[in-house]
């Protein structure tokens, strides 16, 4: 069993920029692969980055390719998505999840574990 915690989320303006941590329980979490999704009001949860087990290997959604870096630290059982140059449109409650076989992905159904979310809000 993993359990996900994320914070670093809050209010921004336009331009800002945040960084985001998921701090994961347990002793494999160096086996996880894991990622990032958001949810904003009225809409379905929507892949943001991924990153496998080693941290070789990222992906990113189109609208954040070039603005969002994923990272982890595996020492620290930590995984971090650091948001440059955000916009309205970034306006949404953040997740992390782990994928139990070590490769994430971009589709939901590939991750094991979540966590319960960090609202972050852009204004403009």
């Known amino acids: 069993q993993v359990q996900l915690v994320e914070s670093g989320g809050g209010l921004v303006q336009a331009g800002g920029s945040l960084r985001l941590s998921c701090v994961a329980s347990g002793r494999t979490f160096s086996s996880y692969g894991m990622g990032w999704f958001r949810q904003a009001p009225g809409k379905e949860r929507e892949f943001v980055a991924t990153?496998?087990?080693?941290?070789?290997?990222?992906n990113y959604a189109d609208s954040v390719k070039g603005r969002f870096t994923i990272s982890r630290d595996n020492a620290k059982n930590t995984v971090y998505l650091q948001m440059n140059k955000l916009k309205p449109e970034d306006t949404a409650v953040y997740y992390c999840?782990?994928?139990?076989?070590?490769?994430?992905?971009?589709?939901?159904?590939?991750?094991?574990?979540w966590g319960q979310g960090t609202p972050v809000t852009v204004s403009s």
């Open positions: 990153i496998t087990w080693s941290g070789e290997s990222t």
């Open positions: 999840a782990a994928d139990y076989h070590g490769s994430g992905g971009t589709a939901r159904n590939r991750y094991d574990y």
